[in-house]
């Protein structure tokens, strides 16, 4: 048996795949296999794997009907066998010394379920402000205490990056179809599973971009799906028996976020805002109230919670600081949902 599995998802993938599948082939690890999966392919994407495969006995190809990427990927999970699992893109590029590198992480860490790295985006002329801003964020993102704190900001993780340990597939199962971003739903669901975290420090992947990234062209990452999943996972965990949601935020994403809330039958009590135009009027039929308003509501509330919910640049920081003031606790007492 491998010690680690690398599933490779493909469709029509041909003019990247010989990149993606050449950084595996050079790993400083030896004791690994790929097993990729051609989705039904139109292109040279199978010829291309099978090609790889009659070179190298550590590639392995499956073979089915078009299915998408969420079949894709879990026909290759079900036939991996090593004790460690890694995902790849057919449109990425990893560093020689990532498997090693994730491996020996994991090997040296028992308590850690999942492990990253740093991701750079590629061709640079193509990494626009927005995905450059997210990369910025992403990177700094490290241990597993950052990548908790922010689970509900994005996903802290870059999905092509990881390795996990296989038993934690056994535990909470592959990834499902639920109309919203499912790496994302998987990482919430070990998230709430009580999984542990981390990132080798370096960049080990080199996240592609281009006009027909899944995440550009598939409705399933659009800006409403993703906060249907964070209110989801809000609901099943932190939000779990509280009495009083409030909701730092009434503009866009606040808005937003609280209709998803609802729909959960979460107890949204009230919103809090800076903005001297939105205090004093109400938002779902829950009053807008300013900032030094929070303490008394906090005290009357049996087990209230913070959800800050402002998009605006530094505006997470801000709303840290004066929760952290007010000796709430980022974790316990609030969250940052955006």
Known sequence: MPTVSVFLPCFNAAATLPEALDSLSRQTLADFEVVAVDDGSRDETGRLLADWAGRDSRFRVITQPHGGVIPAANTALAASRGSYL??????????????????????????????????????AGQVGEGSRLYLAWLNSLVSNAEIRREMFVECPLANPSVMFRSEWLAHIGGYEERGWPEDYDWFLRLYLAGAQFAKIPEVLLEWREHPGRLTRTDPRYSVENFLRVKAHYLACGPLAGRDAVIIWGAGMIGRRLSKHLQRQNIPLTAFVDIDPRKIGRTRRGKPILPPGELPALWQRCGHPVVLAAVAARGARQLIRQRLNALGLREGQDWWSVT
């Open 86 to 123: 890694a995902r790849m893109d057919a449109d990425d590029r990893c560093h020689p010394e990532r498997l090693a590198r994730q491996a020996a992480f994991l090997d040296a860490n028992p308590g850690v379920a999942v492990v990253g790295s740093l991701v750079e985006g590629f061709p």
